[in-house]
């Protein structure tokens, strides 16, 4: 006898005006606010929705001009239909119900990548020493846990996104905001385990011998030092340059490439001064690739918080996660899992 699979767990939303302690389901949120005849509703109605925050200014008019982006970036101005509507509503899950404007936005999703990337770095070290007393051995089996790791992490991070790219789009329940950081750390050292194995390879061709296996310590240190310069690159733009409302692509991709540069030019010069004052010349080309490395890396991350904002997405974490699941997503296309009904 086939038993019937346990029914899933609905996509919870804000609580109705008239059932403030208790979580409403998104498709009660989204009959309560009465579609049209085409199964939209407004995007006015859903911002009115909206819960504000305490101390919320009535002013700010980010949440419906996000509405107004989700809605354009699919076709259907000043209405969202029911699958954009639980995009917004996982939106709501992931910011916490503030969404950001778009220079804090590319500020905060260079933060967490930046952050990723230390999380990873930090795992890498202490993975690398793990290995180092343990044998040759370890150095697959921590890749192994690592990977796995790193799977179980990303797929409800992907999951929880306005647009899941691995999984269909449904009204499931996503994860809280706090259970996406903590997924998202634990995602960050997985990544350093599975990138572990590489360590003595990139030590004897690019490293610096008088580092004594603590290269990826000092990586963090600089990953820091790109933020700061990257962060506060960001801010000198102009407001009329970067505004929030219908900015172009070319903006966007010139300010992803000034911070990045700005950054990478802070770090590679704090890095090569600390590397002449301990007269380690070693040190030169080991910080020139990691500042150029971290450019790229971020340059990309802050494009793609650009495009995500103008597309009515500004989940912080999505655009650090962005690398991860494509690259998931390729590994998806050439490995083929049998199914065990055929």
Known sequence: MVQDKPARKQLLAWPLPGDCLHASTAQQCFQALAPDRNGCVSVKAVADAWPKPKGHDPQD????????????????EGHLSWLEFCCAVRIWHATGGQPLGLRTFMQRAAAEASGLTMVALLSVQAASMACATMGEAA?????????????????????SAAHSRLQPADATAVAGSKAQRRLFIALGASLGALAAPAVPLLAS????????????LAVAGLVTVHLAGHTAALA??????????????????GASAFAAVSGGIFAAGLGLTAAK???????VRPVLLAAGALSVHSAATTFVAFC??????PEPL?????????????????????????
């Open 61 to 76: 008019k980010e949440v419906q001009y996000m509405l107004q982006r989700l809605a354009s970036a699919h076709g259907q």
């Open 139 to 159: 150095w697959a089996q921590v890749a192994a846990l690592g990977g796995v790791g790193a799977l179980i992490s990303a797929l409800p991070l992907d999951a």
């Open 205 to 216: 061709t690019v490293g610096d011998p008088q580092t004594r296996g603590y290269g990826p």
């Open 236 to 253: 000198v733009i102009p407001e009329a340059a970067i505004s929030d409302w219908d900015p172009s692509p070319t903006v966007g991709c």
């Open 277 to 283: 004052l301990s007269g380690r010349d070693g040190a």
């Open 308 to 313: 995500r904002h103008c597309r009515g997405q």
């Open 318 to 342: 999505q655009p650090a996660l962005a690398p991860v699941l494509q690259l998931l997503g390729l590994l998806r296309r050439f490995i083929v899992i049998a199914d065990p009904a055929k």
